[in-house]
């Protein structure tokens, strides 16, 4: 009884989360199911806006609720706090549906983030929306004031489906296919590499990857090989600031085939040699079987 005075529990049967942020106690109020238990406890477990590091990043991240919501700031700004207050508001009203986060812009630890949506400090104060999945989905609003009737308008176009994904695109560079190896971006992807009267391998690279320097040259010899080819292209596209719907990459360098006359996306997983590369294309975007002797 002591117990149930101190911590003012009324019922026989209670459940309170108790924590040390935001309101410091939630008192469940549904049936004692494990699914409700389960969406309680997922609701009530983060705070209203979870400010991002390192070590914040597996439990934003790996939780139930797939959709997120972040913000960005630089913290030793006073549009951090404005920023972080107006996020605080909106989150009130999405627990279990939505995770908020805030990141400061300026910070090195998440400058990686920052780079993930294609944004630079001077970008912010600014916000995105993200949907995780197999497939991980980004938003941008055209308006990216961080203001409740913004965020809220464009968080409930996002769960309703009425907003189409961000995919970051460079802009076409004028001499793109001036080389043998032809520069792509998210604006010109489509009309090359799924051309179907080419066969096209595509090499999607990150500046800062030392594989993806020493394939260079390589790349550029293999580029060399096929100019004259009219029905083969050889290609490049930086993924760290272009991405291209239904393409996923998990690691530098990827390399992918797109053959003529079909939709197939055929993996690249043989030795990155010149003389690989080459039997690959002549077999028509299939490793050679090799020899057998007699």
């Known amino acids: 009884d002591d117990l149930f005075k101190k911590y003012e ?13 935001d309101e410091k106690r939630n008192d469940f ?28 990043a597996p439990k934003v991240f790996g939780g139930s609720v797939k959709k997120h919501v972040l913000g960005f700031a630089k913290k030793s700004s006073e549009e951090y706090k404005k920023s972080l207050e107006q996020l605080r508001n909106v989150a009130k009203e999405y627990k279990g549906k939505a995770v908020f986060v805030m990141v400061d812009a300026e910070n090195t630890e998440t400058a990686q983030v ?6 630079k400090e001077a970008d912010t104060p600014t916000f995105r929306v993200i949907i995780l999945g197999k497939e991980m989905q980004k938003f941008k609003p055209e308006n990216a004031e961080i203001n409740e009737e913004n965020i809220k308008s464009f968080v409930d176009k996002v769960i309703t489906g009425e907003v189409k994904p961000f995919l970051m695109s460079e802009e076409i560079s004028e001499d793109w296919d001036k080389n043998p190896v032809k520069v792509l971006v998210g604006k010109n992807f489509d009309s090359v590499a799924r051309d179907k009267s080419k066969n096209v391998l595509v090499e999607f690279y990150a500046p800062w990857c ?19 080819q009219q029905d083969i292209v050889i290609a490049k596209v930086d993924s760290t600031v272009n991405e291209i719907e239904g393409v996923q990459i998990s690691g530098f ?3 992918k085939f797109f053959p003529k006359d079909s939709d197939e996306v055929v993996d690249y997983k043989d030795e990155r040699t010149l ?7 002549d077999n028509n975007g299939k490793t050679p079987e090799p020899a057998t002797g007699e």
Not at 210 to 228: N, S, T
């Open 253 to 255: 360098p990827t390399i």
């Open 9 to 21: 529990v009324k019922s026989d049967n209670a459940l309170v989360l108790f924590k040390e942020f």
């Open 114 to 119: 920052l780079e993930f949506f294609g944004l």
């Open 275 to 281: 003389d690989a590369f080459k039997k690959f294309l």
């Open 210 to 228: 030392g594989h993806c320097k020493a394939l260079a040259p390589i790349w550029d010899q293999l580029g060399e090989a096929y100019k004259e």
């Open 29 to 56: 109020q549904g049936k004692f199911t494990s699914e409700e238990i389960a969406e309680f406890i997922t609701s009530n477990q983060l705070p209203l806006v979870t400010e991002f590091t390192q070590e914040s």
